[in-house]
């Protein structure tokens, strides 16, 4: 009698705390569309340069499609934003939610400097905050120049300040030599005596 109590009490549980399991014999489905937005405007190849009061361009927004949804949002394909201080911002897509100035780009993001002999910031997703001139990040981050590699978890870029801040299991690697870092030198080794 415990045990069955038991049971009826963990399945209302579960039910209670909003999980419904369904039966294993339906094998199909069905997705609901009324849920994805609708594109409602769609411009191949185009660009948009943004400017300050005194008509100075602040950055200049391209991609290969944009693609403005019902709900009001929009996705960037092949998105590159390239800011008045030097820096170029490109992805694989970009999502842009209603009435904001934050975009989230996504796959091969890559971050890199025309100021900074040739550096690169890589990692897989990273959220722009257009107006305040920042990015940031919580996940895997490379930073790699001809002389240099840096990796950790997470980042944070102020972009009008030139400064960034890795978060978490920072590692890197110098060569004083001039020698060029491999991909992998950032990785911990192990040493056998």
């Keep these: 009698m415990k045990k069955r109590s038991f049971t009826t009490a963990a399945v209302i549980a579960v039910i209670a705390a909003g999980w419904y399991f369904k039966p294993a014999a339906i094998d199909t489905v069905i997705l609901d569309r009324s849920a994805q937005p609708e594109v409602v405007q769609e411009m191949q190849q185009f660009q948009q340069i943004r400017l300050n009061s005194q008509g100075r361009a602040i950055d200049n927004l391209s991609g290969k499609s944009l693609q403005q949804m019902q709900d009001g949002s929009s996705q960037i394909q092949a998105p590159e934003i390239?800011?008045?201080?030097?820096?170029?911002?490109q992805a694989d897509i970009a999502q842009i939610e209603p009435s904001s100035d934050e975009f989230t780009l996504?796959?091969?993001?890559?971050?890199?400097?025309?100021?900074?002999?040739?550096?690169?910031?890589?990692?897989?997703?990273?959220?722009?905050?257009?107006?305040?001139?920042?990015?940031?990040?919580?996940?895997e981050v490379t930073i790699s120049g001809d002389q240099y590699r840096l990796a950790g978890q997470?980042?944070?870029?102020?972009?009008?300040?030139?400064?960034?801040?890795?978060?978490?299991?920072?590692?890197?690697?110098?060569?004083?030599?001039?020698?060029?870092?491999?991909?992998?030198?950032?990785?911990?080794?192990?040493?056998?005596?």
């Design 82 to 89: 390239k800011s008045s201080q030097g820096w170029l911002i």
């Design 154 to 193: 997470g980042m944070r870029i102020d972009l009008e300040a030139g400064t960034m801040q890795l978060l978490a299991n920072t590692r890197g690697r110098y060569e004083i030599s001039g020698n060029p870092v491999a991909d992998d030198s950032t990785q911990p080794t192990s040493r056998r005596p």
């Design 106 to 139: 996504s796959g091969n993001v890559v971050m890199s400097s025309t100021k900074d002999f040739g550096s690169a910031l890589k990692t897989e997703q990273l959220r722009y905050l257009q107006q305040q001139q920042r990015a940031q990040t919580d996940k």
